[in-house]
C-alpha cells in the first residue's frame, strides 16, 4: 500500500514513528524522502484508514496512490 505525503525529512520521520510502529508494527512501513510524494510504503495490508488517522494525529497527511 503506497501513500502519498508532506513527510519532508527525518525529523518529521522521528515525529511520526512510534504512530505508524504502533499502527501498522516496527520495520512494516518506509518512506521515501527522494520521490517527490515523499511516497508511505506500508508493507503489511494494514487498514488504510487507520493509517492515514495514524498521521493526521501528529500534523502529516496521506493520501492512497
Not at 525529523?11 to 524522502?33: H, R, Y
Amino acid at each position: 500500500m503506497k501513500f502519498k505525503t508532506n513527510i519532508k525529512c527525518g525529523g518529521c520521520i522521528a515525529t511520526v514513528t512510534p504512530n505508524l510502529n504502533k499502527t501498522v508494527g516496527e520495520n512494516n512501513w518506509q518512506v521515501d524522502l527522494n520521490s517527490p510524494e515523499k511516497t508511505l510504503t506500508v508493507a503489511d495490508q494494514a487498514d488504510e484508514k487507520k493509517i492515514v488517522d495514524a498521521l493526521k494525529e501528529v500534523g502529516y497527511s496521506a493520501e492512497r496512490i
